[in-house]
């Protein structure tokens, strides 16, 4: 381990536990529910005690500035929706000392497993964390199995996202994202396959927050050590509930059902 990494992750996962927030939507694909009020969103979420916020470095400069926090993670992959074919190739826009210099906390990336150009992703996601090991930084991977590439064994029932962990792993990186895999015996494997911090994304798409709540707590007991949720954050109409409702089952043991009575607190 690089000098000073050990304190970077346990500022981000106190305890070995994140509630963290992606906000590197906007670049994909704007407007974006809730991103048109950034200043108020990150606010609210740092009140609420989320652990990490990952931001593109341009607003993590700017927010680094603005809020003193030092808690932001850089992502460094980007595609847009006006890419065509391509808009889930994601190219890497920065070293790890640029972000650094800009006020990281740790960096981040992202492979889509199954697409065209996995291969490329993969370089970069390398590339990356041998930049950030030197330097102390933690590097999340955000490893999504779902391009149209993508074969998935039939007793795999992780859905392709135990082999994203272990990609995420082997290549050198801190902490993972994956999709949550529908239940908790399926879940362990993925948790199991690797022995880095695994986080779960925002669940489905269309369910409600207080459903998600359900997931979180699934995931938990399954051996994950956080979230990394985006839009069911920054998009409601109260950031600052949603992450404290977070907080208690991801840092307090607490019951979905429990954690549920503190939205709208």
């Known amino acids: 381990m690089g ?31 809730g991103l048109e009020r950034m200043n108020e969103v990150i606010s609210s979420c740092i009140s609420g005690g989320a652990d990490a916020i990952v931001l593109q470095k341009g607003a993590l400069s700017h927010f680094v500035e603005t809020t003193g926090w030092s808690n932001f993670i850089c992502h460094v992959s980007v595609s847009t929706v006006n890419a065509g074919s391509r808009d889930q190739y994601k ?3 920065a070293n790890a000392e640029e972000c650094l210099i800009r006020g990281a906390n740790g960096v981040s990336a992202q492979i889509n497993l199954g697409d065209e150009n996995e ?27 779902r391009g149209p590439n993508l074969k998935i064994a039939e007793d795999d029932t992780t859905k392709g996202a135990a082999h994203a962990a272990r990609v995420a792993w082997e290549l050198g990186c801190d902490v993972v994202k994956v999709p949550w895999t529908g239940d ?11 022995p880095i911090p ?5 669940g489905p798409r269309g369910i409600s927050f207080i459903d998600l709540l359900d997931i979180v707590e699934s995931a938990i ?30 840092h307090n043991g607490s019951t979905a059902n429990e954690a549920s009575k503190l939205i709208g607190r």
Not at 184 to 194: E, N, Y
Not at 198 to 202: F, N, R
Request: aromatic content about 4%; some cysteine; hydrophobic content about 40%.
């Open 3 to 33: 000098e000073g990494l050990v304190d970077r992750l346990a500022r981000i996962l106190p305890d070995g536990k994140g509630v963290w927030v992606p906000m590197d939507h906007g670049i994909s694909g704007y407007p974006e529910k």
């Open 91 to 93: 190219v890497k826009v």
């Open 119 to 145: 291969p490329e992703m993969i370089e970069d996601m390398g590339m990356l964390t041998s930049e950030a090991l030197p330097l102390g930084l933690p590097t999340l991977g955000m490893i999504y199995p």
């Open 184 to 194: 908790i015996d399926s879940f362990k494997l993925v948790c199991q396959a690797v």
């Open 198 to 202: 695994v986080l779960i994304s925002g």
């Open 221 to 250: 007991v399954s051996g994950g050590s956080g979230v990394c949720i985006g839009r069911q954050v920054f998009g409601s109409e109260d950031p600052e509930s949603c992450i404290r409702a977070l907080r208690a089952i991801v």
